[in-house]
């Protein structure tokens, strides 16, 4: 297996913040890379503060994005860009579940997937190459009758990560999607206490991962260099796996 070393490697991490998006930041600033947090939280700051005590303070940039403003999310690109002088690595992880607002939804769990993915592209130089980690759910496989809009956007997110797969591979860049069951976030934390007993008990029957493990679940995607065009399945159950898609017949 050929692994990419991401010492001095650039990472851009949409929802970086907090919950699975804050995990890989780690993980990926302890591999030694420069990271840019692109989120909308009034937390990001103190965090990105924090993150500068535990590791180099040049090593993390903080900006203040919200994704679907796509001039705003350019800008966020470009800097990356003009900051670091390279952008080898883009993790398009923002998202929320939220059935009522389901355009909003929309906007951020796919479209801004989208923008970040064609972004990158055309950012990355193709000279060194680059990745793409576009983060979906479990949903996108096992659809959730309660969640239709969020299923659907993640299932998007599936699709448009396979197809893009060819086009990205003439710049010389690795797009991937993982597909997490319930990780311990606060997003979780607040679609189990809105849910009726019984669907909350067999998801805490299933057991919900540790962000960390979901985000070694990216890791392995960004630095094993024969992923290309795959979804990797996470959960505490079983934990990680690479999706069969027995779709070659119409
Ligand atoms: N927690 C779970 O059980 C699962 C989560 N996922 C996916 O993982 C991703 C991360 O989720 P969690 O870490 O659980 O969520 P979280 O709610 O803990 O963190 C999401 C982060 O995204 C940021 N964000 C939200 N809207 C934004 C916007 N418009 N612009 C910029 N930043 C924005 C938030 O400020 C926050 O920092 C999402 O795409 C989610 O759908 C997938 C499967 C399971
Ligand atoms: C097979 C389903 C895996 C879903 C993993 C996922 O992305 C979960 C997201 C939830 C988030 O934590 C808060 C939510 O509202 C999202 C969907 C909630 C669906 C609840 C349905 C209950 C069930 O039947 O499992």
């Not at 350019?74 to 607002?101: Q, T, W």
């Not at 759910?137 to 448009?160: C, D, G």
């Not at 392995?220 to 979804?231: A, P, Q, Y």
């Not at 934990?239 to 017949?249: A, E, K, Q, R, V």
């Amino acid at each position: 297996m050929s692994t990419l070393d991401l010492s001095g490697r650039v990472a851009l991490v949409t929802g970086g913040a907090q919950g699975i998006g804050l995990a890989i930041v780690q993980l990926l600033l302890e591999a030694g890379a420069k990271v840019a947090l692109v989120d909308i939280s009034p937390n990001l700051r103190e965090t990105g503060q924090r993150l500068g005590r535990s590791f180099k303070p040049e090593n993390v940039l903080c900006l203040t994005c919200d994704v679907t403003d796509s001039t705003s999310l350019r800008k966020s690109f470009e800097k990356v860009l003009s900051h670091y002088g390279s952008l080898d690595i883009v993790v398009n992880n923002a998202g929320i579940a939220d059935e009522v607002n389901w355009d909003k939804m929309l906007h951020i769990n796919l479209h801004a997937v989208i923008a970040g993915t064609y972004l990158a592209l055309e950012l990355m130089d193709p000279e060194k190459g680059g990745v793409i980690i576009n983060v979906s759910s479990m949903s996108a496989l096992y659809p959730v009758v309660y969640a239709p809009a969020y299923s659907a956007s993640k299932k998007a997110v599936v699709t448009f990560t396979r197809c893009i797969k060819s086009a990205a591979e003439g710049a010389n860049v690795r797009v991937n999607c993982i597909c997490p069951y319930y990780v311990k976030t606060q997003m979780s934390q607040r679609g189990l206490d809105a849910m009726p007993e019984q669907f909350k008990n067999e998801i805490l029957q299933n057991g919900l991962m540790d962000p960390e493990d979901a985000a070694k679940g990216i890791m392995e995607l960004i630095t094993d260099t024969s992923k290309n065009g795959t979804v990797l399945r996470a959960s505490a159950k079983r934990g990680l796996s690479y999706h069969i898609f027995n779709d070659n017949t119409f």
